[in-house]
């Protein structure tokens, strides 16, 4: 039973580039959500995908803009990034639009220069 | 706004101890919590959820309490082992109101 994965495990880009970071649920999950981590602080909640829609988001900028695709994969795009756009990119999965009981992937660790 | 507080940045307790984080949140009205641990590099792992009509829940040594007139929730581990350490978040989740992570604490066990 695959968890959720997430691609890449890195990523380095240059300010006022775009970035696409990936994300599959554990199996049988349907709903996905994304949280930008800082060194030493809490995850944060940019926004939840379900039935290929956005449901709730958090205090996010319109630079960040997902998708989740009819297999329940989930994509995060930033764009114009900022050098406070560095940190560690999680995606979680649950089932139906709650978001308890979530399952994390690994992250993807972004560093803007 | 919206404000998770847990007791300190990092916990030191001795092997075989029990171990108390604290959780305390203001302007807001959870329907659940939730705690989850964080190792190094890693996504948080869920531990245990609880609910706002719930006061206490348990799962091997874990234990979390909820008050929701103090906004407060207590997580305790019992019997700690070096193999406990880590960082331990709590996160709240409310209707229509963002889901939020506090800042987590650390907590090491020493032999």
């Not at chain 1, 956005?54 to 114009?80: C, I, K, M, T, W």
């Not at chain 2, 075989?16 to 302007?27: D, F, I, P, R, V």
């Not at chain 2, 979390?64 to 007139?69: G, I």
């Amino acid at each position: 039973d695959a968890g959720v994965t997430q691609s890449p495990t890195h990523l380095i880009k240059t300010r006022g580039q775009q970035v696409t970071l990936r994300c599959s649920p554990k199996s049988g999950h349907d709903t996905v959500s994304w949280y930008q981590q800082a060194l030493g602080q809490g995850p944060q909640f940019i926004f939840q995908y379900y039935e290929e829609e956005e449901r709730q988001r958090g205090n996010f900028p319109d630079r960040f803009s997902g998708h989740q695709f009819p297999n329940y994969s989930s994509e995060l795009n930033v764009n114009a990034l900022l050098l406070g756009d560095s940190a560690l990119y999680l995606c979680a999965s649950s089932l139906g639009d709650k978001r308890y009981e979530q399952y994390f992937g690994p992250g993807t660790r972004l560093t803007v220069t | 706004s919206q404000k998770i507080e847990q007791n300190s940045e990092a916990l030191n307790i001795q092997e075989g101890k029990t171990a108390t984080l604290t959780c305390n949140y203001t302007n807001y009205s959870p329907a659940y919590l939730q705690w989850y641990r964080q190792d190094p590099g890693r996504g948080p792992v869920f531990l245990l959820l609880i609910r706002e009509n719930e006061k206490e829940k348990r799962k091997e040594r874990l234990k979390v309490t909820f008050d929701t007139t103090l906004k407060q929730s207590l997580f305790h581990i019992t019997a700690s082992q070096p193999a406990d350490s880590a960082t331990y978040l709590c996160a709240l989740d409310g209707y229509g109101q963002n889901f939020v992570f506090g800042p987590g604490t650390r907590l090491s066990v020493l032999p």
